[in-house]
């Protein structure tokens, strides 16, 4: 069986050694190892096969008796048995070209739910920053070395990054010619910080329900890659000030409309209705409703700046404003 072994130690000729004979005759093969230095002491960590029948209490003792501290045992596989800095690349690969989503592959490489540890003490905090100002919080039994939480910063910063700059958090300078294009998992972050510069009111009429901030990355990369539809944005410079969500719903086609404040009554709403109506027709559709909260005017006056004529109905304390796509262009892409 194949076991990590995490360890301080003290910092100091031979310990190492020491480590590898008390290995040696218990029968335990180091497989690999990496060093966390520090000072005085340094957390070191082993991949190590046992004999048959060996548990984690086994294994603990043999680095405890040899001069460990704080030793923590975890099941493992020959799969992790894997350069570090190599699995931190294939952990960005697996975000940006894979969708996955990047908290999870942080759990992942940082092993934050082993199945057992032989020396469980409370849990070690990490608070991870993005650039946009929102945080992304990990815990774990193991303490987190000082490297592993400059790999975990960097990876986040690194996908954060990866195909544009982040927006920043306060209100955009309007410009004149936005663009609108579809989303991408490039956006996650872009489409987040809108949320957070989006007030209340706006996010309700936009949700019906209050939206709890900050949003996790997982909703959000729902927002820009829905399971059902196709995302839009308008972006100015390099934020993203508009995002429309163009969704199936049984026989009916519907879009969801959101404009950041500082953007609304400047036509960013009409671009998302008439982006909305072109895909929804080049999908087949031939009608879409717009669904908003009971009292959003703003969204009715953005369909008629569009050039549509509407249907007005109310189900359930939301309002929903149906329009015909049989003279709509349809928007291919």
């Known amino acids: 069986m194949m076991w990590r072994v995490r360890t301080t130690l003290e910092d100091r000729p031979g310990v190492l050694a020491e480590i590898a004979l008390a290995c040696g005759k218990a029968g335990l093969n180091i497989e690999s190892m990496q060093v966390f230095p520090g000072d005085p002491t340094v957390v070191d960590e082993f991949v190590v096969t046992a004999p048959e029948g060996f548990t984690d209490v086994q294994v603990a003792e043999v680095f405890d008796d040899a001069g460990g501290s704080g030793v923590a045992v975890t099941r493992t596989d020959p799969r992790d048995v894997v350069d570090e800095p190599t699995r931190y690349l294939n ?3 697996e975000v940006l070209e894979g969708g996955r989503d990047v908290e999870e592959v942080l759990r992942e490489l940082l092993e934050t739910t082993p199945p057992d ?13 993005r650039r946009n100002g929102t945080s992304l919080r990990i815990s774990r039994a193991v303490p987190f070395t000082s490297i592993e939480r400059a ?17 920043p958090m306060q209100p955009t300078t309007v410009q004149r010619l936005p663009l609108v294009r579809p989303a991408t998992l490039a956006d996650i972050d872009a489409v987040a910080a809108l949320h957070q510069r989006c007030s209340a009111e ?3 009429h936009r949700y019906q329900v209050p939206l709890r901030m900050p949003m996790t990355t997982r909703f959000t990369r729902r927002l820009v890659l829905p399971e059902s539809g196709v995302a839009v944005v308008v972006q100015s410079g390099l934020d993203v000030v508009g995002h429309g969500v163009l969704e199936r719903s049984g026989d009916d086609w519907r879009f969801h409309v959101l404009v950041e404040d500082a953007w609304q009554g400047r036509g960013v709403g009409s671009l998302l209705v008439r982006q909305g109506a072109g895909r929804a027709r080049a999908l087949g559709a031939e009608r879409l409703t717009f669904v908003t909260a009971g009292s959003n005017d703003r969204l009715l006056r953005a369909v008629g700046g569009a050039g549509f004529a509407a249907r007005v109905e109310r189900h359930d304390g939301a309002v929903h404003i149906t329009v015909g796509l049989a003279t709509v262009t349809p928007i291919e892409g």
């Open 202 to 204: 706006t996010l309700y």
């Open 91 to 93: 952990g960005v690969h």
């Open 117 to 129: 540890v032989a020396d469980y003490a409370g849990h070690d905090v990490l608070d991870l920053r």
């Open 151 to 167: 790999r975990a910063q960097a990876l986040l910063s690194l996908v954060s990054d990866a195909g544009a700059d982040l927006p």
